[in-house]
């Protein structure tokens, strides 16, 4: 088996890795469990024993994987980045073979049509239930998501591929993350009026990016 690695709050995501398939599917079975909690009664009832209980396991089997409240919010932001960075690399291998006359608005509302599905993602970010290191690992994940931007953009061929251009996407996600964010928060379905003032402001960002691009 192979162990984890504690995190900076010494919490650990997997007490041990499932290797055969009745294991992952076991693993799988407790953390839907976890994200049903989450969602219907917030992070604080994320307890081990209320989370094997809801699975319809022991809380032994649990532990074997998740030792506690904060290896179970730590697998569950794990995932969730996991789904955003995939629906990223849709939107990369989209840009190779399509050309966006709005790449911005393909890419808010893509987001945004996340954020509405995933009510896990939203309940865990607005609970405020974040361990130490799933907020480090909220931040390695911000600039897998700016490098995302990057190569939207180089898909596009909208602008150069340097120093400027990553900085600028990790200037756009953090932007983006936080308008995105309170749009949710002050509705279930996303403050439309809010949204589009993320986009027209992010359009006139990507301009700016292009005019440095074609003026390079």
Same mark, same amino acid.
């Given at each position: %088996?192979?162990? $984890?690695?504690?995190?900076?709050?010494?919490?650990?995501?997997?007490?041990?890795?499932?290797?055969?398939?009745?294991?992952?599917?076991?693993?799988?079975? %407790?953390?839907?469990?976890?994200?049903?909690?989450?969602?219907?009664?917030?992070?604080?009832?994320?307890?081990?024993?209320?989370?094997?209980?809801?699975?319809?396991?022991?809380?032994?089997?649990?532990?074997?994987? @998740?030792?506690?409240?904060?290896?179970?919010?730590?697998? @569950?932001?794990?995932? #969730?980045?996991?789904?955003?960075?995939?629906?990223?690399?849709?939107?990369?291998? $989209?840009?190779?073979?399509?050309?966006?006359?709005?790449?911005?608005?393909?890419?808010?509302?893509?987001?945004?049509?996340? #954020?509405?599905?995933?009510?896990?993602?939203?309940?865990?970010?607005?609970?405020?239930?974040?361990?130490?290191?799933?907020?480090?690992?909220?931040?390695?994940?911000?600039?897998? %998501?700016?490098?995302?931007?990057?190569?939207?953009?180089?898909?596009?061929?909208?602008?150069?591929?340097?120093?400027?251009?990553?900085?600028?996407?990790?200037?756009?996600?953090? $932007?983006?993350?936080?308008?995105?964010?309170?749009?949710?928060?002050?509705?279930?379905?996303?403050?439309?009026?809010?949204?589009?003032?993320?986009?027209? %402001?992010?359009?006139?960002?990507?301009?700016?990016?292009?005019?440095?691009?074609?003026?390079?």
């Amino acid at each position: %088996m192979v162990q $984890a690695t504690a995190g900076p709050d010494g919490g650990v995501p997997l007490r041990r890795t499932p290797r055969q398939a009745r294991s992952r599917a076991r693993l799988a079975l %407790m953390l839907e469990a976890a994200e049903r909690i989450l969602v219907d009664e917030g992070v604080e009832a994320l307890t081990t024993t209320r989370v094997a209980a809801e699975a319809k396991v022991s809380v032994g089997s649990l532990y074997q994987y @998740l030792p506690d409240r904060n290896a179970i919010i730590d697998a @569950l932001a794990t995932g #969730y980045f996991a789904r955003l960075e995939g629906v990223m690399d849709d939107l990369v291998r $989209a840009a190779a073979r399509e050309r966006w006359d709005d790449p911005v608005g393909v890419l808010v509302d893509t987001y945004a049509e996340v #954020y509405r599905t995933e009510h896990g993602f939203r309940a865990l970010w607005f609970g405020s239930g974040l361990t130490e290191r799933s907020r480090a690992a909220d931040r390695e994940h911000k600039g897998r %998501m700016a490098d995302g931007i990057r190569r939207v953009l180089r898909a596009l061929g909208v602008a150069g591929d340097d120093e400027a251009l990553a900085r600028a996407g990790h200037a756009a996600i953090l $932007a983006a993350d936080a308008l995105a964010q309170e749009a949710f928060r002050r509705a279930p379905e996303g403050d439309a009026l809010l949204l589009d003032e993320a986009k027209t %402001m992010l359009r006139a960002y990507l301009t700016e990016i292009t005019t440095r691009h074609d003026g390079a």
